[in-house]
């Protein structure tokens, strides 16, 4: 049914009455957070020992920490390197579907390698598995939705080392998406979950081992990492920290805070991740970020960018991430994406029409077995007789 267009009519107006108001706030916020990374930057040290103390008396605080630039760092476009790779993987899955005639899972990551500068032919390459039924229940019963996730992730990094290996270096391998993990709390006992993780820390360790420039980009970024750690400094009670008490700048991100201060190409300082997930990042696996400007001069446009702490402690390997990204967004024009992770996910999606051919190959063969097939849902029955074109995993 579609909405109800004449009684949201008079809502529509009042949230545009309200939006100008709205606007006023968040750029008096900026205002305040700005002025506040000015005095900041000189307090390097003093910062991080509140961020310190903060996570302490606040175990699920998530916010930004020094990483040792200056804070009012813009770290102009490198000298983008004559020889280079890119090796971008993204994943897609069929979800367990309990109202299809079989329950399955299938996780399909594609990868794109690119070769600046050299004479070699772009790449597409696929990696689909299908979970057997007995990787299909956790203790918990049928695998989730976020398990599948977690599975899909490690899959992207394994496919990525598996390709490592023979590709030629400098090395940058890319996904979508934070390289920082998160799933429900009450999903972190559970032995599977905990056995994923840890084989995606060992595919980290992997590239590190060989000497790839590994990061994942966050296209849009939502977060408010940096303005969390400010409104610290403006506690004078830092067990408030992340509560709405100690939240005087809710509402401003950090794409609105570093907005104007980046020229097109420009990255901001580097910044460490503190937060639950990320203690479970140590060493050179330790998770960073920056944000990079790969807009143009009329059209800034942000993004995050996350490393893990072997290339965040390699000046050379961050510009060579730095430049990469930036000669990669380019391609796509003014709607600057990196080209490779775009067609990465080109390779990795699932039509509909497929996942129907799976599920018919996996009903076909059941009944050469002699085994017993379930039926489809009523409700799917019902829902498929209105027409569906792709598949949502």
């Known amino acids: 049914m579609p909405v109800d267009f004449p009684s949201i ?23 305040e957070a700005l002025a506040c990374l000015a005095e900041a930057s000189g307090k390097i040290e003093l910062l991080g020992e509140t961020v310190a103390q903060s996570m302490a008396l606040n175990p699920g605080l998530r916010c930004a920490a020094p990483a040792g630039e200056m804070l009012l760092s813009r770290r102009p476009l490198p000298e983008t390197p004559p020889v280079y790779t890119v ?15 079989v329950e399955f899972c299938v ?21 689909s598995r299908l979970l057997s039924p007995d990787e299909l229940y956790t203790v ?3 695998v989730t939705e976020e398990f599948v996730a977690l599975s899909r992730d490690l899959s992207e990094r394994s496919f990525l080392a598996e390709l490592a290996c023979d590709a ?9 998406g934070p390289l920082e993990l998160f799933w429900e709390r009450e999903s972190r006992g559970i032995e599977e979950f905990r ?34 750690m400010l409104e610290l400094t403006q506690l004078g009670d830092l067990r408030q920290a992340g509560k709405p008490k100690g939240r005087p700048w809710i509402g401003l991100t950090d794409t609105g805070l570093f907005r104007d201060a980046l020229a097109p190409g420009e990255r901001s300082a580097l910044f460490a991740i503190r937060s639950p997930a990320a203690q479970s990042f140590t060493g050179e696996l330790a998770l960073y970020f920056f944000y990079l400007n790969v807009g143009m001069e009329t059209r800034p446009y942000l993004a995050r960018v ?16 730095h430049a990469a990204l930036v000669s990669q967004s380019r391609v796509l024009g003014a709607r ?18 497929e996942k129907e051919q799976l599920e018919q190959m996996l009903v076909a063969e059941m009944l050469r077995r002699g085994l017993p097939v379930g039926e489809k849902s009523n409700k799917q029955t019902a829902k498929d007789g209105q027409g569906r074109t792709r598949y949502k995993g």
């Open 107 to 127: 996780i399909n990551v594609g990868a794109f390698a690119i070769y600046p500068g050299q004479a070699l032919p772009s790449r597409e390459l696929k990696s």
């Open 195 to 228: 056995r994923l993780f840890e084989k995606y820390l060992t595919e980290l360790r992997r590239l590190s081992e060989l000497g790839a420039v590994t990061a994942g980009y966050v296209d849009k970024p939502a977060s408010d990492l940096v303005v969390r």
């Open 140 to 142: 918990n019963g049928l």
């Open 306 to 321: 996350e490393l893990p702490g072997w290339v965040a402690s390699d000046p050379p390997a961050v510009d060579l991430l």
């Open 87 to 101: 090796l971008a993987a993204d994943g897609s899955q069929i979800n367990p579907d309990r109202h299809a005639r």
């Open 336 to 353: 600057p994406y990196p080209y490779a992770l775009h067609r990465a996910h080109e390779v990795a999606v699932v039509p509909l029409v």
């Open 9 to 31: 009519q008079d809502q529509v107006r009042q949230w545009g009455e309200k939006a100008p108001r709205l606007i006023q706030d968040q750029q008096q916020r900026r205002t």
């Open 168 to 176: 030629p270096h400098p090395l940058v391998t890319l996904t979508d």
